[in-house]
Structures are given as structure tokens and as C-alpha cells.
């Protein structure tokens, strides 16, 4: 069974933390990688090799099914991107991986949602590893490469997710699933007990959301106004 914060899953949180600052590290010497390929590629083949032997670990036993296993909440969409921004460098790609991946790898890390899954079983590895993966592929684009968000892609990030829950409700409905935990809320504790029945938590989580990814912009718009202001002409 699952032990929340007990000593597997803070040393998960601290390898985490770990590999994002060497990852991040590695990203500012291009002198041992030009091409950043054979840093940023087999970690990008790795999210796609987790993902794809879980789905055919979950067929071998008999557990995946249209209304579950499809790659559709919201950490699913942030490892996708995350893969393409690390193949591509692209800006599009990289804005969706930092406002999902911190926004929602974070708190999946925090509160794993893995019941009876503890360590050292395959799918607490599994779930770690793709979770933990994205923090450090963004820390390796954000502090590495040094790519960055702007107020531009916070609004672009904003409207792609609204269209995004709109799909993947569309979705829930036809094959009467839960994806991004639209139809209900988990079956572990998480921050969505908090806000009320189905379908009004709904309203509190948007708000919340384009909260948070506000938030996550934030740091960069301080450092841009105070840059501003010192480098104005007295």
C-alpha cells in the first residue's frame, strides 16, 4: 500500500528535485552536447518508451479499456508535449509542457494517486517516472535552454486548455469515462474534495487552473518589470 510522504515517496521527491537541477545543469554546458541531442533525446525517448510499455503492460493484464486508458488527462497531454519540446525546442510545445507539467506534476507528485500501488511495485516506479520526468524536461527547456514563457503564452495556454477540457469532455460523455476528472472526482483524496459535488467544482477548478498558471508566469513578468525599470534612462 501506498504510504503518502512516507520514505519511498520523499526520496522519489528528492530524486526528482535531483535530476531536474542536473538535467537543468547539463542544458547550460553546450560545449559537451552542441546539439543538446544526446541530452535532451533520451529523455524524450524514455517518457515515450514509459508510456507505451505501460499501456502494454495494462493489455497484458487485462486492465486497459477506452474509458481509462487513453492518454487524455492533463499529465498525459503535459507528457506529450514535453517529448515534442525536447525533440523540437519549439515554443508552442515548450509553453503547454511548463504550465501543465508544473501545474499539474506537481501536485500528481504530491499526491500520488496510487492506492494500493506502493513500493516497490511496477507501477509506482511507472508513475514516478513519467511524473517526475516532466518537471525535469521542463527544468531542462526553462533553466537549461532558456526558454521561457511570456503574457502572450499564458493567454495562449489559458484558451488551448478551455479547448482542451472541452474535448476531453466531449470524450467523458461518449464513452462514459472520467477523463481529467470532469464527470467526478478521484477515488484517492486530492485538492478536488475541496471544492464541492459534481458539476460545480467544476467552475472553482477553471478559476483555479488559469489561477495557477497565472502564477507560474508570474516570476518571469517581476523579473521583467524590474528589468525594465532599472535598465530606463534616469
Known amino acids: 500500500m501506498f504510504q503518502l510522504f512516507g ?44 508510456e507505451l510499455i505501460w499501456n502494454v503492460y495494462r493489455g497484458y493484464v487485462g486492465t486497459w479499456s477506452l474509458s481509462t ?29 511548463y504550465f501543465w507539467g508544473l ?10 494517486g496510487l492506492e494500493e500501488c506502493g513500493f516497490p511495485t511496477y507501477e509506482f516506479f511507472r508513475y514516478f517516472f513519467s511524473h517526475s520526468g ?3 524536461a521542463v527544468a531542462y527547456l526553462a533553466w537549461g535552454r532558456g526558454m521561457r514563457p511570456t503574457a502572450r503564452s499564458l493567454f495562449r495556454a489559458i484558451a488551448i486548455t478551455a479547448a482542451y477540457m472541452a474535448c476531453v469532455g466531449a470524450v467523458d460523455y461518449w464513452l462514459d469515462a472520467n477523463y481529467m476528472f470532469l464527470c467526478h472526482t478521484p477515488s484517492t483524496a486530492s485538492l478536488l474534495d475541496w471544492l464541492g459535488p459534481w ?3 467544476l467552475v472553482p477548478l477553471v478559476c483555479i487552473g488559469a489561477g495557477l498558471m497565472t502564477a507560474l508566469y508570474l516570476p518571469y513578468y517581476v523579473v521583467d518589470r524590474y528589468r525594465k525599470r532599472t535598465a530606463a534612462p534616469r
Not at 506537481?106 to 500520488?112: D, E, F, M, R
Request: with cysteine; proline share 9%; hydrophobic share 55%.
Open 199 to 201: 458539476p460545480w467544482y
Open 103 to 112: 501545474g499539474g506534476s506537481v501536485q500528481a507528485l504530491l499526491t500520488p
Open 69 to 97: 486508458s487513453l492518454p487524455l488527462h492533463l499529465c498525459d497531454a503535459a507528457i506529450v508535449m514535453s517529448v515534442v519540446a525536447l525533440l523540437t525546442q519549439k515554443r508552442v510545445p515548450f509553453e503547454l509542457a
Open 134 to 136: 516532466i518537471l525535469v
Open 7 to 50: 520514505l519511498p515517496h520523499i526520496g522519489v521527491l528528492l530524486a526528482t528535485v535531483a535530476a531536474a537541477a542536473l538535467y537543468a545543469a547539463l542544458g547550460r554546458r553546450p560545449s559537451i552536447d552542441p546539439q543538446q541531442r544526446w541530452t535532451a533525446w533520451p529523455l524524450a525517448f524514455a517518457l515515450i518508451l514509459n
